[in-house]
């Protein structure tokens, strides 16, 4: 007999349970404050039924997990060839926020790591007084089916340390990649970062990209098709960043992690996946969301290369 998959969750928790490596991310000194010990998991099938164990209540931060979401924005407004132009698409093998570009382009390699992100934010269309951050927060509220709201102590504990994401952005104001103030740019993606999330809402909103943009529930197409495929090529080949070969090899599934210590995953036709364990590795994954994902993938054989 098949274990149901409410039971199946929480036995991957328990296993899991006792991985206590990891260090909670305290260059957000907000961060470094959260109860260590947190631990949650869901899953939402394409048809929108949601499954879900442990901290499930528990808020926590986007952080990068915004990432794919700010560039499937830019890319619906714009349209993929127009943003293109301003972030490339490759893997760059290097840590998330590396002060670097493209050798040959000049431009950041790809929208996962910190200088594309940065970039993809500013490419957030603005409309008459709403900041691109609050932009994006609306669009995820309607992803995730109920009003998400920013998590103002983390801004303003990122905000006064976020030296390295400011040289980021006076770099890409330097080479014209930015071409309005970089500050405002940067502080508008820290806020972007620090949209209010469960792994119950990141599940949901994962769903709508396995599902090609579509949201069961309201059978509304909220992201264009050859968007979505974009999003998640993006993911799968940059949004484990310098370890995305050792994801792919191991998990085989598009994915996106944040410091905040989640972990999203998107089975294109199947699945959204979400861990939710503060403890992050020298990546910036969290420890135990990068076991979690390894077993389920080994369990219900849901590598993407594994064939049928
Ligand atoms: N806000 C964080 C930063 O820019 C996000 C990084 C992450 O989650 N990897 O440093």
């Known amino acids: 007999m ?3 998959v409410p039971d199946y969750l929480q036995h991957v928790l328990t296993v899991c349970h006792d991985n206590d490596q990891g260090a909670l991310a305290d260059y957000i000194p907000e961060l470094a404050a959260v109860d260590p010990n947190k631990f949650a998991l869901a899953l939402t099938t394409v048809d929108g039924t949601i499954y ?20 499937a924005l830019a890319l619906q407004h714009l349209g993929i060839p127009a943003v293109l132009e301003k972030v490339g698409v490759e893997p760059s093998g290097e840590a998330f926020n590396q002060i670097s570009l493209d050798k040959e382009t000049n431009l950041p390699k790809n929208p996962m790591i910190n200088s594309g992100a940065i970039t993809t934010h500013s490419l957030i269309p603005v409309q008459k007084g709403i900041s691109r951050a609050e932009c994006l927060r609306r669009f995820l509220s309607e992803l995730a089916g109920r009003q998400l709201e920013f998590d103002k102590q983390v801004y303003k504990s990122e905000v006064k340390t976020a030296f390295r994401n400011l040289s980021i952005g006076y770099m890409l104001r330097t080479v ?3 071409d309005s103030d970089p500050v405002e740019i940067v502080n508008g993606y820290i806020k972007q970062c620090a949209i209010k999330v469960t792994v119950k809402d990141l599940a949901n909103i994962c769903s709508v990209l396995a599902n090609g943009g579509v949201q069961a529930k309201t059978g509304k197409q909220l992201l264009e098709r050859d968007v979505v495929r974009q999003v998640l090529s993006v993911m799968m080949t940059c949004g484990m960043y310098d370890a995305a070969g050792d994801w792919l090899t191991t998990v085989g599934i598009p994915a996106k992690s944040g410091v905040s210590g989640g972990i999203i995953g998107v089975l294109p036709g199947q699945v959204g996946i979400v861990v939710f364990s503060p403890k992050i590795d020298e990546h910036g994954h969290s420890v135990r969301g990068v076991d979690i994902f390894e077993r389920l993938s080994r369990d219900m054989g849901l590598h993407l290369m594994e064939g049928t």
């Open 2 to 4: 098949k274990t149901p």
């Open 52 to 71: 879900s164990t442990g901290d499930d209540e528990t808020e926590f931060t986007m952080q990068s997990m915004s990432k794919p979401f700010a560039y």
């Open 176 to 178: 014209g990649v930015l």
